[in-house]
């Protein structure tokens, strides 16, 4: 394998890393898109309407591009597959496994089932063996849990987790191809390789919404929205991190001009699924490039804990409380949320990170 110099020197722009300091805002942008997601699903399951200014769709898209921007910078500084996914397991599945197992067992307590029927049925493997293989969507339920939600799934969030993999592992033959590509046809091919990857992910998109659109079958839905549909965000945050030196020269026009574009997108024919992940990703890594004061929340960034955790909080709080009091109901699942991801990351992750990432 290239090593990290060598690497540096043949891949364009941002690629050597000077650029990209810790002093930025990515953690309070993170936290921002997982409150965007919270008040989603809070809205989804209690029937309320609460307004945030990101949706939960665009939310996951800009946490995917940051995937892309932060994995790459990851993979490169030791370009190692090993050591690469060692690192990344390390982060992900502690706190994920966490949530699985809480959930599993202690919701017996909420089922309709006494606990010799919980523990016995089938569908509690199921649940499982499904989500600690990142497969949520073959058994998001528990036996008797939630049947009287809106929503009976413990913990629908989970279904990017096994896109988020897919992504992991597509970084180490990318860099193969962008090194082969310089050495071959140029410096600016890698940029050619990641567009031919967004226009790959555009077909897909299109492809399965269009079997939705002729068919009316929700599964095509979904299934534009897996795996390769997602693409179009993770590769649009590699190809920021290429220019990265542009974002920092051009931060200000930048932001306004994606900002303006975002806005109008709306009036912008099949604009959220052509071009608006890429100026979405472009918004979001330029607002994160602003240095300062705010680069304290990237210190213990529980962002990625309260994405995990806030579903099934919120469906344990809707459990107790119904559809009453829903100010209340959601402060109370707001701050259960960050404790528990508090306690995940203080109690747990930690020890599985080396000191220099905390």
């Known amino acids: 394998m290239t090593d990290a110099s060598e690497m540096n020197k043949e891949l364009p722009g941002a690629l050597r890393r000077p650029d990209f300091t810790p002093d930025n805002c990515m953690g309070l942008i993170r936290y921002f898109l997982s409150i965007g997601v919270i008040v989603a699903h809070f809205n989804i399951i209690f029937g309320t309407s609460y307004y945030f200014p990101i949706s939960s769709f665009n939310a996951v898209g800009a946490f995917f591009s940051l995937s892309g921007f932060l994995v790459l910078h990851s993979y490169l500084k030791f370009p190692s597959v090993k050591n690469f996914l060692k690192g990344r397991a390390r982060r992900i599945l502690p706190p994920y496994c966490f949530i699985v197992l809480l959930c599993a067992f202690s919701f017996s307590a909420l089922s309709s089932l006494n606990l010799y029927d919980y523990f016995t049925a089938p569908q509690f493997y199921q649940y499982l063996v499904a989500n600690l293989t990142f497969l949520n969507f073959l058994q998001p339920d528990l036996p008797g849990v939630f049947s ?95 220019n990265f030196g542009l974002i920092l020269k051009w931060r200000l026009p930048i932001i306004l001009s994606s900002a303006l574009i975002t806005l109008i997108g709306i009036w912008i024919p099949y604009y959220s699924i052509t071009i608006g992940p890429f100026i979405l990703s472009l918004l979001t890594l330029s607002v994160c490039s602003i240095p300062g004061v705010l680069k304290v929340f990237n210190r213990n960034n529980i962002s990625y804990e309260m994405y995990l955790f806030h579903f099934p909080v919120i469906q344990v709080i809707y459990y107790f409380f119904g559809q009453n009091n829903p100010q209340f109901t959601f402060i109370l699942s707001l701050c259960s949320i960050i404790a528990l991801s508090a306690f995940c990351w203080f109690v747990i992750d930690r020890r599985f990170l080396p000191k220099k990432f905390i």
Do not use: C
């Not at 939600?149 to 993999?165: D, F, G, Q, Y």
């Not at 992504?167 to 046809?185: E, N, T």
């Open 148 to 242: 009287h939600s809106p929503e009976t799934a413990v913990n629908a969030s989970l279904w990017t987790l096994k896109i988020e993999w897919t992504m992991y592992l597509s970084i180490p033959l990318f860099v193969v191809l962008a090194v082969w590509l310089v050495r071959k046809k140029g410096r600016g091919w890698p940029n050619i390789l990641i567009i031919a990857i967004y226009l790959f992910s555009l077909a897909y998109r299109i492809f399965f919404l269009r079997l939705y659109d002729q068919t009316d079958n929700g599964l095509f839905e979904i299934l534009s929205r897996q795996f390769l549909g997602q693409f179009m965000y993770f590769y649009s945050g590699v190809l920021i991190y290429f």
